[in-house]
């Protein structure tokens, strides 16, 4: 029982990373219909702004967090509004290679920067080597505030899009662009905040992830289960990211210890494939589909 | 034209090559409805959609209140108060009737003013306040019309461009929307530049109107000397008393051309 808590746990916490890089690809997609795959990338640049600040710069953890996050956020701006926005409105094609290129330049960059390299990195959290006793189980407090944080982030998020204007107005430009600039809602500009904001969450995940597996040039990889975890929820949709994500994580930590070798590594995909074989549009999709 | 908030110049609009207007010139009285008359694929809603800066003219000018807007964009053109209920509604779908009238009202900060303003369309369409909190999308056609008249009333425009409100409505339905419309014209002053394919309904409501062929306005008068012509008692008012002979009084030679 304690085994199993602990697996629970500790395949909740890492499917909280996959959930929040996986809502920065569904926010993105549902605002300008572009897949970011530099959104790990994205994470792992914010990984290393963490961990300059607070290791580098000797900033206490939650400076370094906001440090982070407002980089970040003002990067990912940044790139939609020089690096993307010449490009939308070219074939997908187009704006998928030059996201794929714009995460191979940041990784490039990355190793190039001194003090950064290839090396591996560790953020220092107030809350390392910690335990908490859960029902006879030893929980890591690290693992346990990856989870929390991410709720409170949730939380956050949700409240944004729920009640604040420009949260309202950024729903309604993903639902209809056009009926947004008849309302006088300026699209550009909240597309640009959603890049924004898309970046600030990946880079929270980052500093999430830290504590388990560091800060490295090829975090970003983490994308990769990510992506999946965004296509079981049904692309596109918020909460379906968030809970794909989890159940990736779920069923990576459990296929990890009850099977074989190997399988922690393919448990996305095979994930994947079977929500899709049963659910074309995944868990969350929308009902309305363009039909072929 | 003296007295007039908006007038249009000789203006030419374009798809990429496809040209949608040859040279459209109109003015519209502050504080009046006009008109804007004119079968499929005339360019009815390419004026509005220029007007309201959703596509820029290639040539011509526009003037608004004094100001050449020409060019402006969408945004600042809700801000100035052109307001435009689109051909179709265009209803935010995933959100809730509240949301999609705060959306109308984006441009504005008078909290004060947005909150009368929305009890005022309440007022006009009291079905939206009994839906208020269910998602847009699940209105029928004609609450989505009201909808989006009512939003676009919430960003306290002077002038509203109204594309096809009658569009897949029932004649009942259709009276009482146009009654709506006379009732915001009068009761709030609000120009309206009116849109339609239901020719009967637009001129009863109107005071001046244009019909538009192809790009080009091709006849102008008061609404209610232009029931009384010939051609648009044959190709526009016929329609009802004509409609179980089908289309084929669409393909009469007009006299105009
Ligand atoms: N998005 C578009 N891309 C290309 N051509 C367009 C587009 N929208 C309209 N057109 C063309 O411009 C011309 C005028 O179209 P417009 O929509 O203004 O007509 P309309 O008078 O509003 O017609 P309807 O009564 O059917 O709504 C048509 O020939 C149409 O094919
Ligand atoms: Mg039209």
Known sequence: MAQ???????????????ALVALGFVLIYKATETVNFAQGDVMMLGGFFAYTAT??????????????LAVMAIFGMAAERIVLRPVLGQAQFTV????????YVMRGVVTMTPGWGTDTYKIATPFAEKVVNIGGAAISLEQLMIIVMTAALCAVLFAFFR???????MQATSQNQLAAYYMGIPVARVNTLIWGISAAVATFAGILLAPITFVHANMGFIGLKAFPAAVVGGFGSIPGAIVGGLIIGLVESFSGFYLPEGFKDIAAYIVVLLVLMFKPSGLFGEKLRKKV | MSGAILELKNIESSYGPVQALRGVSLAVAEGKIATVLGGNGAGK???LKTISGIIDPNKGQITYAGKEIAGWEADRIVRAGISHVPEGREVFPLLSVEDNLRMGAYTRSDRDGVARDMEAV?????????????????????QQQML??????LSAPRLMLLDEPSLGL???LTKEIFEIIVRINRERGTTILLVEQNAQMALKTADFGYVLEVGRIVMEDTCANLMQKEDIKEFYLGMKEQSARGHRRWKKKKTWR
């Open chain 1, 4 to 18: 199993f808590l602990q697996l629970a746990l500790s395949g909740i916490a890492i499917g909280c990373v996959y």
């Open chain 1, 55 to 68: 290791a580098l710069m000797g900033w206490p953890y939650w400076a370094g967090i906001v440090f982070a």
């Open chain 1, 96 to 103: 998928v290679m030059v996201t794929i290129g714009v995460g």
């Open chain 1, 163 to 169: 009640f604040t204007r420009i949260g309202i107005a």
């Open chain 2, 45 to 47: 809603s390419t004026i």
């Open chain 2, 122 to 142: 309440y007022g006009y369409f009291p079905i939206l306040k009994e839906r208020a909190k269910q998602d847009a999308g699940l209105l029928s056609g004609g």
């Open chain 2, 148 to 153: 989006a008249i009512a939003r676009a009333l």
């Open chain 2, 170 to 172: 029932s004649p009942l």
